[in-house]
Nanobody, 119 residues
Framework: VQLQASGGGAVQPGGSLRLSCTAS????????IAWYRQVPGMQREFVAA???????KLGESVKGRFDVSKDNAKNTAYLQMNNLTPEDTAMYYC??????????????WGKGTLVTVSS
C-alpha cells in the first residue's frame, strides 16, 4: 500500500486547510485511513480516522474544528481543518490499514505533509 498525502501548507490562525490522502493498493482493500500528527520532540498524536464503512473518530483536541470524510471510489480520505490555531502546527502523517481500525495506528504510513499555522 502506498499513501499519497497532500494539502499541507501555511495558514493564519483561524484559517482552514484540507488534507487529502490517497491509498494505492494492488491487492487487498484499504478499509481505514487515518491522520496522525507530530511536532519534533513530542509524541505522535492521533487526529482522525475513517473506515470504508463510514465509521469515524476524531482526536479530542480537534473535535468541533476538524472533519474527516472518505471517497471510497477514489480510495481517498479528506481531513477538513477549520479554525486552525498555532497548536495545530505539525507534520501530518497519513496512515492506513486493510482492517477496520479506529483505536490504533494501521500498518502503512505515508510521508508527512507540513501544516504551519502562524500570523
Amino acid at each position: 500500500v502506498q499513501l499519497q498525502a497532500s494539502g499541507g501548507g501555511a495558514v493564519q490562525p483561524g484559517g482552514s486547510l484540507r488534507l487529502s490522502c490517497t491509498a494505492s493498493t494492488s491487492r487487498f482493500a484499504v478499509n481505514t485511513i487515518a491522520w496522525y500528527r507530530q511536532v519534533p520532540g513530542m509524541q505522535r498524536e492521533f487526529v482522525a480516522a475513517i473506515t470504508s464503512g463510514g465509521s469515524w473518530k476524531l482526536g479530542e483536541s480537534v473535535k468541533g474544528r476538524f472533519d474527516v470524510s472518505k471517497d471510497n471510489a477514489k480510495n481517498t480520505a479528506y481531513l477538513q481543518m477549520n479554525n486552525l490555531t498555532p497548536e495545530d502546527t505539525a507534520m501530518y502523517y497519513c496512515n492506513a490499514d486493510h482492517a477496520y481500525l479506529l483505536d490504533k495506528p494501521g500498518e502503512y504510513w505515508g510521508k508527512g505533509t507540513l501544516v504551519t499555522v502562524s500570523s
